[in-house]
T-cell receptor, first 113, second 111 residues
Framework: EPEVTQTPSHQVTQMGQEVILRCVPISNHLYFYWYRQILGQKVEFLVSFYNNEISEKSEIFDDQFSVERPDGSNFTLKIRSTKLEDSAMYFC???????????FGPGTRLTVL | KQEVTQIPAALSVPEGENLVLNCSFTDSAIYNLQWFRQDPGKGLTSLLL?????REQTSGRLNASLDKSSGRSTLYIAASQPGDSATYLCAVIFNTDKLIFGTGTRLQVFP
């Protein structure tokens, strides 16, 4: 059964460093999302992406964040200068169409020291 | 503000019991509602999706209902098993294509 994959599973970085989190969505899906979950808190929406453009972004998704679909399979989230408060589990999701069922990857645990 | 609330926050039941998890949302104008399962430190597994035009969906021992007018959904788990132990998340798509999540119900089923 097709699934969303994410790499790495765990990333440790120093404050101020750039990180890139990678996702491979389900192959026939067209809509892509990033969410994050700070330990013990709700899962929060970061950004949605369709047709090589950001569809919507939350207040969390400031200028330090960017997303890209560099080729036909990968979808990346970049944090330019990480802060301690960026430590969280980051989930990628994809969907065949908008307002439809979203399928999530296993997540990348980001730890900023 | 569009919010999703889940009660109870935690539930512990003996194996074999039927149980109900509750989800409420503040705005009845929803597109759909999705139930997820999350194991500790793991990703989110989609269990059921209910479209706004539907009243319920079933998958195996799981049944989810939706009452838009009262802003509620329930997830019914029949004949619970220890393997059902996990956190169950309710998430709603309101007027834009993003999921708004509840805080979850942490379920423990003991033998």
């Amino acid at each position: 059964e097709p699934e969303v994959t994410q790499t790495p599973s765990h990333q440790v970085t120093q404050m101020g460093q750039e990180v890139i989190l990678r996702c491979v969505p389900i192959s026939n899906h067209l809509y892509f999302y990033w969410y994050r979950q700070i330990l013990g808190q709700k899962v929060e929406f970061l950004v949605s992406f369709y047709n090589n453009e950001i569809s919507e972004k939350s207040e969390i998704f400031d200028d330090q964040f960017s997303v890209e679909r560099p080729d036909g399979s990968n979808f990346t989230l970049k944090i330019r200068s990480t802060k301690l408060e960026d430590s969280a589990m980051y989930f990628c999701a994809s969907s065949q169409s908008s307002y439809n069922e979203q399928f999530f990857g296993p997540g990348t645990r980001l730890t900023v020291l | 503000k569009q919010e999703v609330t889940q009660i109870p926050a935690a539930l512990s039941v003996p194996e074999g019991e039927n149980l109900v998890l509750n989800c409420s949302f503040t705005d009845s104008a929803i597109y759909n509602l999705q139930w997820f399962r999350q194991d500790p430190g793991k990703g989110l597994t989609s269990l059921l999706l209910i479209q706004s035009s539907q009243r319920e969906q079933t998958s195996g021992r799981l049944n989810a209902s939706l009452d838009k007018s009262s802003g509620r959904s329930t997830l019914y788990i029949a004949a619970s098993q220890p393997g059902d132990s996990a956190t169950y998340l309710c998430a709603v798509i309101f007027n834009t294509d993003k999921l708004i999540f509840g805080t979850g119900t942490r379920l423990q089923v003991f033998p």
